[in-house]
C-alpha cells in the first residue's frame, strides 16, 4: 500500500462525484498509462510536511471536465476555462489530503503545465501514484514528498 | 511593500554573482519568449500572512549554461535533472529572500520546473512586478506574482 493510498483514492473519488458528478474508478497499479500528452495541475504543500500533488490528464479528459463544471457546450471551453477547472479540482483534492498531514501545512496557489509541457519537483521523491477511470479515460494523481537526503 | 523591483533587481544580481560568478544586469526590453522556443521556468509558492509566488522564466539554452556552472560540468554532461535542479535553486533562492520582504509568518514551498513553449501558468494570481535580466546574449525573467484575493 502506498502513502496516504486509499485516502487519496477516498477523495479523488468525493470530488469527482460531487463537484462533478462523475463516478470515477480505481486503475490497477499494472495499468499502462497512454504515452499521449497530458495537461498538469499541481499544488504544493508546505509546513510541518512538505511536497506537491499533481494531477495528471489526457486533454480529452480536460475538455469533458471543463464542460461538465462550467456547463459548456461540446468544444467549447477556452483555455482559461480548462486552467480553472483543473486548477480547482487539484485543489480541492490536495485540500483534503493536506488536512491529513502533519499540521501546520499550507497549500498553494495551483500551478499549470499544458499539453507538452512538463513539470518537476526537484529535491522531492514520489511516494503515491493512484490511477483512475474517469468517463472511459483514464488519469493520474501523484504525491511527492521533500526527499531528505 | 513596494512593487519589489529595487528588491528583484538586487537580490538576483547578487544571487547570481555569488552563485554563479555572473554578472547579470536589469534591461528594459522585456523577455517575450518566441514562439516555439523552449522555456524553463521555476516557481516557489509563498503561503501565509502573503500570499503568492516568485518564479523564473529563461531560454533552456541558459537554464543548461548555468546548471554547468552550478555543477562545474560540459554543456554536454549536464542531464536533465540538473538542469532543473539548477534552476529550482535559483529560484528557491530567490523567493527566500522575497519571502524576507513580506509580513510573517510565511512559509516558502519546495520549488517546481516546468518545460513550457507558452510560460508559466498560476490561475488565480496576478503579476506584481516582472523584471527582465541580460546575461550573455540571453534574456530572463524574474517575476513576483499574488494570489487573487476570492
Not at chain 1, 70 to 94: P, Q, Y
Not at chain 2, 1 to 12: K, N, P, R, S
Not at chain 2, 89 to 102: D, F, V, Y
Given at each position: 500500500?502506498?502513502?496516504l493510498?486509499?485516502?487519496?483514492?477516498?477523495?479523488?473519488?468525493?470530488?469527482?462525484?460531487?463537484?462533478?458528478?462523475?463516478?470515477?474508478?480505481?486503475?490497477?497499479?499494472?495499468?499502462?498509462?497512454?504515452?499521449?500528452?497530458?495537461?498538469?495541475?499541481?499544488?504544493?504543500?508546505?509546513?510541518?510536511?512538505?511536497?506537491?500533488?499533481?494531477?495528471?490528464?489526457?486533454?480529452?479528459?480536460?475538455n469533458?471536465?471543463?464542460?461538465?463544471?462550467?456547463?459548456?457546450?461540446?468544444?467549447?471551453?477556452?483555455?482559461?476555462?480548462?486552467?480553472?477547472?483543473?486548477?480547482?479540482?487539484?485543489?480541492?483534492?490536495?485540500?483534503?489530503?493536506?488536512?491529513?498531514?502533519?499540521q501546520?501545512?499550507?497549500?498553494?496557489?495551483?500551478?499549470?503545465?499544458?499539453?507538452?509541457?512538463?513539470?518537476?519537483?526537484?529535491?522531492?521523491?514520489?511516494?503515491?501514484?493512484?490511477?483512475?477511470?474517469?468517463?472511459?479515460?483514464?488519469?493520474?494523481?501523484?504525491?511527492?514528498?521533500?526527499?531528505?537526503? | 511593500?513596494?512593487?519589489?523591483?529595487?528588491?528583484?533587481?538586487?537580490?538576483?544580481e547578487?544571487?547570481?554573482?555569488?552563485?554563479?560568478?555572473?554578472?547579470?544586469?536589469?534591461?528594459?526590453d522585456?523577455?517575450?519568449?518566441?514562439?516555439?522556443?523552449?522555456?524553463?521556468?521555476?516557481?516557489?509558492?509563498?503561503?501565509?500572512?502573503?500570499?503568492?509566488?516568485?518564479?523564473?522564466?529563461?531560454?533552456?539554452?541558459?537554464?543548461k549554461?548555468?546548471?554547468?556552472?552550478?555543477?562545474?560540468?560540459?554543456?554536454?554532461?549536464?542531464?536533465?535533472?540538473?538542469?532543473?535542479?539548477?534552476?529550482?535553486?535559483?529560484?528557491?533562492?530567490?523567493?527566500?529572500?522575497?519571502?524576507?520582504?513580506?509580513?510573517?509568518?510565511?512559509?516558502?514551498?519546495?520549488?517546481?520546473?516546468?518545460?513550457?513553449?507558452?510560460?508559466?501558468?498560476?490561475?488565480?494570481?496576478?503579476?506584481?512586478?516582472?523584471?527582465?535580466?541580460?546575461?550573455?546574449?540571453?534574456?530572463?525573467?524574474?517575476?513576483?506574482?499574488?494570489?487573487?484575493?476570492?
Open positions: 500500500m502506498q502513502f493510498e486509499k485516502e487519496i483514492q477516498k477523495y479523488t473519488h468525493l470530488v469527482c462525484s460531487i463537484l462533478l458528478d462523475f463516478e470515477i474508478s480505481p486503475l490497477p497499479d499494472s495499468y499502462e498509462m497512454p504515452s499521449a500528452k497530458m495537461f498538469l495541475g499541481s499544488v504544493q504543500i508546505t509546513g510541518e510536511w512538505n511536497g506537491a500533488i499533481m494531477l495528471s490528464l489526457p486533454s480529452t479528459l480536460v469533458t471536465l471543463t464542460e461538465k463544471m462550467f456547463s459548456l457546450e461540446s468544444g467549447k471551453a477556452s483555455i482559461e476555462e480548462k486552467k480553472d477547472a483543473i486548477g480547482e479540482m487539484v485543489n480541492m483534492i490536495g485540500g483534503n489530503i493536506k488536512a491529513l498531514l502533519p501546520p501545512c499550507a497549500l498553494s496557489a495551483p500551478l499549470m503545465a499544458l499539453e507538452g509541457d512538463s513539470l518537476h519537483f526537484p529535491s522531492t521523491k514520489m511516494v503515491t501514484h493512484c490511477k483512475f477511470e474517469c468517463a472511459g479515460k483514464p488519469f493520474a494523481l501523484s504525491l511527492y514528498e521533500q526527499d531528505p537526503s | 511593500m513596494g512593487d519589489f523591483e529595487t528588491e528583484i533587481c538586487q537580490y538576483t547578487s544571487i547570481w554573482k555569488s552563485i554563479l560568478d555572473l554578472d547579470v544586469h536589469k534591461t528594459v522585456e523577455y517575450c519568449p518566441i514562439g516555439g522556443e523552449n522555456i524553463l521556468a521555476g516557481c516557489v509558492h509563498i503561503s501565509g500572512e502573503w500570499e503568492g509566488a516568485v518564479s523564473i522564466d529563461c531560454p533552456m539554452d541558459l537554464a549554461k548555468v546548471a554547468s556552472i552550478m555543477f562545474n560540468m560540459t554543456d554536454e554532461e549536464v542531464t536533465p535533472d540538473l538542469i532543473q535542479d539548477a534552476l529550482g535553486e535559483l529560484t528557491n533562492m530567490t523567493g527566500g529572500n522575497i519571502k524576507s520582504l513580506l509580513p510573517e509568518p510565511c512559509f516558502l514551498s519546495l520549488p517546481a520546473v516546468t518545460m513550457t513553449q507558452h510560460g508559466l501558468r498560476i490561475p488565480g494570481s496576478e503579476l506584481v512586478k516582472s523584471v527582465t535580466f541580460q546575461c550573455w546574449g540571453y534574456k530572463f525573467k524574474v517575476s513576483v506574482l499574488k494570489k487573487l484575493k476570492n
